[in-house]
């Protein structure tokens, strides 16, 4: 799988909450079972803790290139969505993350998967 070591960050900017949200709309991956690519979006919410606290947020490049070392693995939409997820918190140790992928239709199903990281407030 991936590597999270390609993920890098930088200091939160302030301690004031704050969201953040980055969305990566030329995800791909593979089917773990035929080998075809799984195209799809993932979107990446979170607040990040604040400086005083150690808090970092991740830095668009390396998330960028951790995205796309997803492209050549063979993995299920939830396992995708689960190892984003535990990989981003561990890096970041936010207040709350939501990581959702949705999925481009095959067969006539489209999918979207939800993981989340703390308390995520309601919309």
């Known amino acids: 799988m991936p590597d999270a070591s390609l993920l890098d960050a930088f200091?939160?900017?302030t301690d004031t909450p704050f969201e953040i949200e980055h969305v990566a709309q030329e995800f791909t991956s593979l089917c773990p079972k035929t080998?075809?690519?799984?195209?799809?979006?993932?979107?990446?919410?979170?607040?990040?803790?604040?400086?005083?606290?150690g808090g970092v947020c991740v830095e668009l490049k390396s998330l960028k290139l951790y995205?796309?070392?997803?492209?050549?693995?063979g993995a299920f939409y939830e396992a995708v969505t689960n190892l984003i997820r535990d990989d981003l918190a561990a890096l970041m140790r936010p207040r709350w993350l939501v990581v959702e992928t949705r999925w481009r239709g095959r067969g006539g199903i489209r999918s979207v998967i939800r993981a989340t990281s703390g308390d995520v407030p309601a919309i």
């Open 11 to 13: 200091p939160t900017p």
């Open 35 to 53: 080998g075809h690519p799984d195209f799809g979006e993932v979107r990446v919410r979170f607040c990040p803790t604040g400086p005083g606290e």
């Open 67 to 73: 995205l796309q070392s997803f492209r050549d693995e």
